[in-house]
């Protein structure tokens, strides 16, 4: 059976599940994180502590002591935001991290089938991963506390997942696609808020346009129980190719609309940009995802060489054991802006590099093409420049060389184009469409004519002349002209009458 666990990439996960079971008599899970486990009951979700638990902390109060007034937040991010990424983010400047998004029904039907749950690689197993916040997506009150008493006693609050625009998302109902049910959105978090020992906090989306929806919204969801609110400042309908820019404008009027800390999501290049968003909305603390993922330095303000940052990415992998497919989405990623320089490597990383032995060559390698790349541009005679301008919310700059450590920004224009030509190519596809529709309407409608003929001059040709007797006994009545023409009318109306 497969599983999904993380929504996009459930194969990884799987292989931890699969190979931790206990036996089927035992009616206890753990939930095994390092060398951390506490024993579960089934039935109830509940978890057995040593200890009575601590107050549970409210807003500002949880933000200044738990989260120790954190600016600088990794976000969750599917397979991405796993432990060894959270300690390289940390080293980096991090203040907060969320763990990968879990899908709360997912986790309890594989508790059922596997009587342990090992997520290692998504909860922290010290205080040096701290402090940090578990996200779930789901639809269902019930599900959701179910599974995330779980790992209550193992992460600072729980966070729930309204933001997610992916279409998996749609199938699966969670996420973003929750934005139209208030009373179900209201309902989840006010099953968390009092069935937890931890705060719960939710993370959404802006309505597109409707400053005004948006700011009730929020306020719903701070009436419901949540004690933090993350605002993704896009649209569900701002994504891929249509993401363009947050609007900080609409995170500026949630801030001013609630009484818990907002954290704002979107446009952060560098982390001069923290400070900008800060100023222009008022927020608390700005989340990072894919300035993050591109560049896991962007809380910092020095310049790092990619490779120092990539052998110290692999240190912490190895040490917490990393599945390698989260290993090669980071490289990747991280080396955005060395691929189109090093092809060969780009390949051999997505085709070879299946275990550390094929790995660590690759790694090698790229740090000593960096490093002579960089060597080279020292040479007078060796001229690199670019041209190209990040346009960051804080400033405009130069964008670095390829082997310093950079964002990835997309190119809107481009982005723009694209759009542009899809939208023209849908259009005429849709015009060819109807175009062949009409002519195949076209075409029935002649042939049922055609046949409604056919079949009126068959049945005049083999009916008696009018007034001629047929036998001694039998005499076929005759019918006038008019009456004969109403019945042809009739034959033909019938026999092209539409389907």
């Known amino acids: 059976m497969k599983l999904l666990l993380t929504t996009f990439r459930p194969s990884l996960l799987q292989k931890f599940l699969q190979s931790r079971t206990v036996p089927s008599d035992k009616r206890t899970l753990v939930v095994s994180v390092g060398n951390m486990a506490a024993p579960t009951d089934i039935s109830s979700g509940t978890t057995s502590t040593s200890s009575e638990p ?8 949880f933000y200044r002591k ?18 060894a990424w959270r300690e390289l983010s940390r080293k980096y400047g991090a ?26 690689h998504f909860m922290p197993t010290d205080e040096f991963d701290k402090p940090v916040i578990a996200q779930f997506c789901g639809n269902d009150p019930d599900t959701l506390l179910a599974a995330a008493k779980l790992v209550q006693h193992q992460c600072d609050a729980v966070d729930i997942n309204f933001g997610c625009p992916q279409g998996i998302a749609k199938k699966g109902r969670y996420g973003a696609y929750l934005m139209d049910d208030w009373d179900i959105v209201s309902k989840l978090i006010k099953s968390l808020h009092e069935g937890l020992s931890v705060p719960v906090t939710a993370k959404i989306r802006i309505f597109e346009n409707d400053r005004e929806k948006t700011v009730k919204y ?9 004690q933090l609110l993350t605002v993704h400042g896009r649209s569900i309908r701002q994504k891929g ?5 947050a609007d900080w404008e609409m995170i500026k009027a949630v801030k001013e609309a609630v009484s818990i800390p907002v954290f704002a999501n979107g446009n952060i290049l560098y982390d001069e940009d923290v400070d900008e968003c800060i100023k222009q909305t008022g927020v608390d603390g700005v989340m990072s995802a894919e300035g993050n993922l591109t560049d896991p330095t962007i809380f910092t303000r020095e310049q790092h060489r990619v490779w120092k940052v990539t052998e110290d990415y692999i240190t912490i992998a190895k040490k917490h054991n990393t599945p390698l497919g989260y290993v090669r989405a980071h490289l990747f990623r991280m080396w955005h802006a060395c691929i189109p320089h090093n092809i060969d490597l780009r390949n051999r990383l997505g085709g070879d590099s299946k275990s550390w032995d094929a790995l660590d060559p690759i790694v090698a390698e790229m740090k000593q093409r960096l490093i002579a790349a960089e060597e080279a541009s020292k ?8 041209s190209r301008v990040h346009h960051a919310a804080s400033g405009d700059r130069a964008v670095p060389p390829y082997w310093i450590c950079q964002p990835k920004v997309r190119d809107m224009e481009k982005d723009k184009r694209i759009v542009a030509q899809v939208k023209a190519s849908n259009e005429a596809l849709n015009a060819e469409r109807k175009e062949r529709k009409a002519k195949r309407k076209a075409e029935r409608e002649a042939a049922f004519r055609a046949k409604a003929h056919e079949t009126v001059n068959h049945a005049a040709a083999v009916t008696p002349a009018a007034g001629l007797e047929t036998g001694p006994s039998d005499a076929v009545p005759t019918t006038t002209g008019a ?12 026999q092209t009458a539409p389907v």
């Open 54 to 61: 601590a107050a549970k902390l409210c807003g500002y109060e």
């Open 66 to 83: 738990t989260l120790r007034s954190a600016k600088r937040i990794v976000a969750p991010m599917v397979d991405q935001s796993e432990l």
């Open 95 to 120: 203040d907060l991290c969320y763990t990968p998004m879990l899908n709360s029904g997912v986790v309890l039907r594989v508790m059922g089938n596997n009587k342990k749950l090992d997520i290692s």
């Open 218 to 226: 929020a306020q719903m969801i701070e009436r419901s129980g949540a």
């Open 241 to 245: 190719q249509l993401t363009g820019l």
């Open 379 to 386: 040479d007078a005679s060796v001229v690199v420049e670019s």
């Open 483 to 494: 009456t004969e023409d109403a019945h042809q009318d009739k034959r033909i109306k019938s």
